[in-house]
C-alpha cells in the first residue's frame, strides 16, 4: 500500500530564508498531490494541488514541485516569515486517482525573525 | 461565505457510550470526507460522502458510521467508544470530487474518551 514519508523532525530556519520541504511516496505514482498546511489545534488548509503532467506550480511565495520519477514533491516557501510558522502535510490519493486521501504525517516548520 | 462547521467543538464521552458528531459544509459543496486525527497515526481517512451516498470507506472498524442528508449536511457516530477513539475528528468539504478539488476542512471536534 501507498506510504508518504515527510520528515518527522521540525525544520528551523531564519526570516527571509525559503524553506524546503519534502514528501516522499513509496509505491504508485498518483494523478495528483496535495499541500496543507495546519496550526495547532485548527484543521488543516488546503495550498495547493500538482497534477501529475505537471512539474510545478506556483501560488505567491509557494512553489510545488512533482518529480514522478523520483517519487517525491518539495514544497518551497520562498522570503519565509514568522507566521508561516506551522505543520504542513502532503496529501495523495490511495491508489491512481481515486478520491480517498492518505495524508503524511507532517513537518513542522519554525521561522524565526 | 461561511466555512465548514463542526459541532461539538468538544466532547468527553465514557468507554461504552456512543456518539454523534455533525458537519456542515460550505453551502453548495456535495462532497463530505471524515479523518480521524491522533498525535501518533496523524491524519486518518475514514469515510467520504457524495449526495447522500458514502463514496469511499477507510480502515475502520464498523463501529464508525455515518451518513449525508439531502442538504449535504453529515453526521459520524461511533458506537461502544474505547480509550483509543480519543481523537480530534475532522470534516472536510469540497464542491465535487473530495481529492482531486479543494478540500476545505472544519475546526474539528476533540473528543476524549475516559
Known amino acids: 500500500s501507498q506510504k508518504i514519508e515527510q520528515n518527522s523532525e521540525a525544520l528551523n530556519i531564519q526570516e527571509g530564508k525559503t524553506a524546503t520541504l519534502t514528501c516522499n511516496y513509496t509505491?504508485?505514482?498518483?494523478?495528483?498531490l496535495q499541500w496543507y498546511r495546519q496550526d495547532p489545534g485548527r484543521g488543516p488548509v488546503f495550498l495547493l494541488l500538482?497534477?501529475?503532467?505537471?512539474k510545478e506550480k506556483r501560488k505567491e511565495r509557494l512553489k510545488v514541485t512533482f518529480d514522478t520519477t523520483l517519487k517525491q514533491s518539495l514544497f518551497h516557501i520562498t522570503a519565509s516569515q514568522p507566521a508561516d510558522s506551522a505543520t504542513y502535510l502532503c496529501?495523495?490519493?490511495?491508489?491512481?486517482?481515486?478520491?480517498?486521501?492518505?495524508f503524511g504525517t507532517g513537518t513542522r516548520l519554525q521561522v524565526f525573525p | 461565505k461561511a466555512g465548514v462547521t463542526q459541532t461539538p467543538r468538544y466532547l468527553i464521552k465514557t468507554r461504552g457510550q456512543q456518539v454523534t458528531l455533525s458537519c456542515s459544509p460550505i453551502?453548495?459543496?456535495?462532497?463530505v470526507s471524515w479523518y480521524q486525527q491522533t498525535p501518533g497515526q496523524g491524519l486518518q481517512f475514514l469515510f467520504e460522502?457524495?449526495?447522500?451516498?458514502?463514496?469511499n470507506k477507510g480502515n475502520f472498524p464498523g463501529r464508525f458510521s455515518g451518513r449525508q442528508f439531502s442538504n449535504s449536511r453529515s453526521e459520524m457516530n461511533v458506537s461502544t467508544l474505547e480509550l483509543g477513539d480519543s481523537a480530534l475528528y475532522l470534516c472536510?468539504?469540497?464542491?465535487?470530487?473530495?481529492?482531486?478539488?479543494?478540500?476545505?476542512f472544519g475546526q474539528g471536534t476533540r473528543l476524549t474518551v475516559v
Open positions: 472536510a468539504s469540497s464542491l465535487d470530487r473530495a481529492g482531486n478539488t479543494e478540500a476545505f
Open positions: 509505491n504508485y505514482s498518483p494523478a495528483y
Open positions: 500538482i497534477r501529475e503532467n505537471e
Open positions: 496529501a495523495l490519493p490511495t491508489s491512481y486517482n481515486t478520491d480517498k486521501l492518505i
Open positions: 453551502s453548495g459543496h456535495r462532497s
Open positions: 460522502y457524495f449526495s447522500e451516498t458514502q463514496r
